[in-house]
């Protein structure tokens, strides 16, 4: 089985990429955090059920607040999978 930092599993990056590129409408490579929001529904994550993906998506709101728009491209949104995963794990 191939993994990512030998942390997620292939099939999850499976589904990652399936929801990345379904919200990544215009093929750029890179979504923002309301497409970010949208990619984990997609994977059936719901944020009003969920604390730690709630907390994780307020926290990067917070931080973006203000600022020029962020962008996350796919490792980036992996990376918060894997985030949203361990937070989880520790609950």
């Known amino acids: 089985m191939v993994t990512i930092a030998g942390v997620i599993p292939q099939t999850v990056i499976d589904r990652c990429e399936a929801a990345f590129s379904e ?16 990619a984990f529904q997609t994977m059936g994550y719901k944020n009003s059920e969920d604390r730690a993906l709630h907390d994780l998506l307020q926290n990067l709101e917070q931080e ?14 992996l990376s918060l999978v894997k985030t949203r995963t361990l937070l989880l794990d520790s609950c």
């Open 23 to 38: 919200v990544d409408q215009d093929r750029c490579g890179a979504i923002d955090l309301e497409d970010l929001t949208r």
């Open 64 to 77: 973006f607040d203000g600022k020029t728009s962020k962008y996350f491209d796919f490792q980036e949104f």
